[in-house]
């Protein structure tokens, strides 16, 4: 008995050793030189982004064989072209969650605006397992010629999907402490959406969705600008929602028929890396989102 319960012991130590071998911490920081036209908030979204693409990139490496993004970029009057090299498709790593809150660093040179970020985040190499789905936010039309990062009041939300596997998918959207779940829809009671293998679909749309009770939503704010981010996580395997409640707040959108469940930002992220621990296979794509009042 003595034996079997050391070596079950041994066998659970080991187990915690693999799934702790699955995630990584790493630490990044990138210095953004913003265009002209764009916004502080949007330039501190772009650095952020940047920095936690460079630090997959320096932890876990790259696929050499991916073509460069080429950014056009107009700074004081002049155009210029750079290329910032990595894309969510190039580097060997996945982001998981911010382990801290992002440090900026708000500076101008020579009129150009300059944000400097660092960050401390979670992360996971892949090694071409996730599934490469195709996740478009669109504004006010179902087609994906409606694709769209800036809403204004009254704007409507629709999200385009495709994978050419069949799987499970959760919508959130996060703004500031809180994720508000938009996919599963209220009314499944059994947490979970599935989608077809090579099936396109436009999600909060009643015309497009076939689902019963489905939720439709216009993006409303009362600030000058708010951002938010999507959040699309797909996988082959199975797997539920957060456990969340009823909205009583006002969010970044509004439904038909009511708000959408909530949860604090903090439980999603464990919930979202629980779950990345898990499944190999699972993968998030991030869209930032701006709402104009």
Request: charged share 30%; hydrophobic share 35%.
């Given at each position: 008995?003595?034996?079997?319960?050391?070596?079950?012991?041994?066998?659970?130590?080991?187990?915690?050793?693999?799934?702790?071998?699955?995630?990584?911490?790493?630490?990044?920081?990138?210095?953004?030189?913003?265009?002209?036209?764009?916004?502080?908030?949007?330039?501190?979204?772009?650095?952020?982004?940047?920095?936690?693409?460079?630090?997959?990139?320096?932890?876990?490496?790259?696929?050499?064989?991916q073509i460069g993004t080429?950014?056009?970029?107009?700074?004081?009057?002049?155009?210029?072209?750079?290329?910032?090299?990595?894309?969510?498709?190039?580097?060997?790593?996945?982001?998981?969650?911010?382990?801290d809150e992002p440090e900026?660093?708000?500076?101008?040179?020579?009129?150009?605006?300059?944000?400097?970020?660092?960050?401390?985040?979670?992360?996971?190499?892949?090694?071409?397992?996730?599934?490469?789905?195709?996740?478009?936010?669109?504004?006010?039309?179902?087609?994906?010629?409606?694709?769209?990062?800036?809403?204004?009041?009254?704007?409507?939300?629709?999200?385009?999907?495709?994978?050419?596997?069949?799987?499970?998918?959760?919508?959130?959207?996060?703004?500031?402490?809180?994720?508000?779940?938009?996919?599963?829809?209220?009314?499944?009671?059994?947490?979970?959406?599935?989608?077809?293998?090579?099936?396109?679909?436009?999600?909060?749309?009643?015309?497009?969705?076939?689902?019963?009770?489905?939720?439709?939503?216009?993006?409303?704010?009362?600030?000058?600008?708010?951002?938010?981010?999507?959040?699309?996580?797909?996988?082959?395997?199975?797997?539920?929602?957060?456990?969340?409640?009823?909205?009583?707040?006002?969010?970044?959108?509004?439904?038909?028929?009511?708000?959408?469940?909530?949860?604090?930002?903090?439980?999603?992220?464990?919930?979202?890396?629980?779950?990345?621990?898990?499944?190999?296979?699972?993968?998030?794509?991030?869209?930032?989102?701006?709402?104009?009042?």
């Amino acid at each position: 008995m003595r034996r079997i319960l050391l070596f079950t012991l041994g066998l659970f130590c080991c187990l915690d050793m693999i799934q702790a071998a699955k995630t990584k911490t790493i630490k990044a920081e990138y210095t953004y030189l913003a265009p002209e036209n764009v916004t502080l908030e949007q330039a501190k979204q772009t650095a952020l982004q940047r920095a936690r693409l460079q630090g997959l990139a320096d932890e876990f490496g790259t696929n050499m064989n991916q073509i460069g993004t080429t950014i056009r970029e107009n700074v004081n009057g002049e155009s210029s072209a750079s290329v910032f090299q990595l894309t969510n498709s190039t580097v060997k790593g996945e982001w998981i969650r911010d382990l801290d809150e992002p440090e900026y660093d708000i500076d101008y040179e020579d009129g150009s605006l300059v944000v400097s970020v660092k960050v401390k985040f979670e992360a996971r190499e892949t090694k071409s397992a996730s599934i490469d789905f195709e996740a478009k936010v669109l504004r006010n039309g179902t087609d994906n010629k409606f694709e769209a990062n800036e809403f204004k009041n009254g704007d409507g939300l629709f999200l385009s999907f495709q994978t050419p596997k069949t799987g499970y998918l959760a919508v959130y959207l996060v703004e500031g402490d809180m994720a508000y779940c938009l996919l599963p829809y209220r009314n499944q009671t059994d947490g979970i959406r599935q989608v077809k293998a090579n099936k396109r679909y436009v999600f909060f749309s009643r015309y497009e969705d076939k689902e019963a009770h489905v939720d439709e939503y216009v993006m409303t704010t009362d600030k000058p600008i708010e951002n938010n981010v999507i959040y699309t996580i797909f996988s082959p395997n199975e797997f539920s929602k957060a456990v969340d409640t009823q909205s009583n707040r006002q969010a970044g959108l509004e439904g038909t028929d009511g708000l959408p469940r909530e949860l604090s930002f903090e439980k999603f992220q464990k919930w979202l890396s629980k779950l990345m621990g898990q499944d190999e296979k699972m993968g998030i794509k991030t869209i930032p989102i701006t709402i104009r009042k």
